[in-house]
Every structure is written in structure tokens, then in C-alpha cells.
């Protein structure tokens, strides 16, 4: 397996622009995370799906941000409208049965 | 609610040096313990797991030890090389809830 893959690896948008990050998780896993890296916070937990559900987007900082995981092997997450704080790394991963986490190579997103 | 601590936030060694990153937590219900590790501008790459049921694991140079009554970990690093310098994370999670992470420790070990 190639791992868990994201794209685009790198983002600059405009403030106020929609943004959409993608995310295609190991096969097999059946639970899919997306986090978001700062170097003030850290790294912190934005929502994370099982079996397609979202089960807790308690951290989605606000009705901005949204994500989506249509099918097995592919989820969004999608950010309208962007704005500057918004600046960080978006990091998807992937795990069975909430073991051993597998992280993709991120996105660095930068809103001007 | 669970906290990850990690100290020190930054350490610089020799090469060759052996050497200890420390990781606590407030909670000690947990499932899993995970190390990571993070080159500058890349993604996490697991490093090791250790269960609850587990003592510590070992890969290589690299030795993680549990303590959960304590709410404690270590990642031994034995031999250090300039190869390993990087951002070392370490994450729990309770078995039913996903990882929560440290702010990392960076190692840079210096030739």
C-alpha cells in the first residue's frame, strides 16, 4: 500500500476563497482522522470518521470548516471561507480498528 | 481531559551520544502509546506502539518503555546519529478516542 495519501501538498489561496483538501486512506483501515498542525497548538484533533460516520467534530473550530468521507477510500475536508488564521498543516491519517495510526505527508495551506 | 506533556521542547547532543525523551500524561486509562517522528516540512512516521498490556518495545537503536500507573514513557535513543535529528511525538489515546499528541521534542545531534 502506498500509504495514506493527500493532496495538494502545498495550498496558497486568497482570503475568502474556498479551500478543499483531499485524503485517501490505507485500505482496509476503518478509521480516518484529520488533524492540523500549528506551531502555537500543536497538533489537534479537527474530527475523525469510523466506517464512514463522522463520530466526533468537536474539534472543527468553526461552522467554516467542513469534512466529508463519501466512501472508504476517499475523504474531504473543506474549508469556506478561508481566512488567514486558517494557516497551517492539515494532516490526514488512517488506522484499524484505532491501533497503530498511519499519518499522510500533509498539507501546508497558507491564506494571504 | 487528557494532556500530553513532553520535555524537554528542544535538546541538542553529540553524535554518538546515548540519550532519553521523556513524554507524561494526566490520564493513565489509556490503550495505546505511539512515538512519532517528524522531519521538517514531512508528514509523521511511526516510530513505535505499546499497548497497555506492554512494558516497552524496541525497534532497532530505539527503546520505548510504559509506565501507566505513573502516567509515564521514555524513548531511549541509543548511539545517536545526525540522521536522527527530527521532531519526536508521542500520543495516547483510551481505546475508544483518537491519539492525543505532545508538542514534540526536537533532537538535533551534532557530527
Known amino acids: 500500500d502506498a500509504g495514506v495519501i493527500q493532496s495538494p501538498r502545498h495550498e496558497v489561496t486568497e482570503m475568502g476563497q474556498e479551500v478543499t483538501l483531499r485524503c485517501k486512506p490505507i485500505s482496509g483501515h476503518d478509521y480516518l482522522f484529520w488533524y492540523r498542525q500549528t506551531m502555537m497548538r500543536g497538533l489537534e484533533l479537527l474530527i475523525y470518521f469510523n466506517n464512514n460516520v463522522p463520530i466526533d467534530d468537536s474539534g472543527m473550530p468553526e461552522d467554516r470548516f467542513s469534512a466529508k468521507m463519501p466512501n472508504a477510500s476517499f475523504s474531504t475536508l473543506k474549508i469556506q471561507p478561508s481566512e488567514p488564521r486558517d494557516s497551517a498543516v492539515y494532516f490526514c491519517a488512517s488506522s484499524a480498528r484505532l491501533l497503530e495510526a498511519f499519518f499522510g505527508q500533509g498539507t501546508r495551506l497558507t491564506v494571504v | 481531559k487528557q494532556e500530553v506533556t513532553q520535555i524537554p521542547a528542544a535538546l541538542s547532543v553529540p553524535e554518538g551520544e546515548n540519550l532519553v525523551l521523556n513524554c507524561s500524561f494526566t490520564d493513565s486509562a489509556i490503550y495505546n502509546l505511539q512515538w512519532f517522528r517528524q522531519d521538517p516540512g514531512k508528514g509523521l512516521t511511526s516510530l513505535l506502539l505499546i499497548q497497555s498490556s506492554q512494558r516497552e518495545q524496541t525497534s532497532g537503536r530505539l527503546n520505548a518503555s510504559l509506565d501507566k500507573s505513573s502516567g509515564r514513557s521514555t524513548l531511549y535513543i541509543a548511539a545517536s546519529q545526525p540522521g536522527d535529528s527530527a521532531t519526536y511525538l508521542c500520543?495516547?489515546?483510551?481505546?475508544?478516542?483518537?491519539?492525543?499528541f505532545g508538542k514534540g521534542t526536537r533532537l538535533s545531534v551534532i557530527a
Open positions: 500520543a495516547v489515546d483510551s481505546g475508544n478516542t483518537p491519539l492525543v
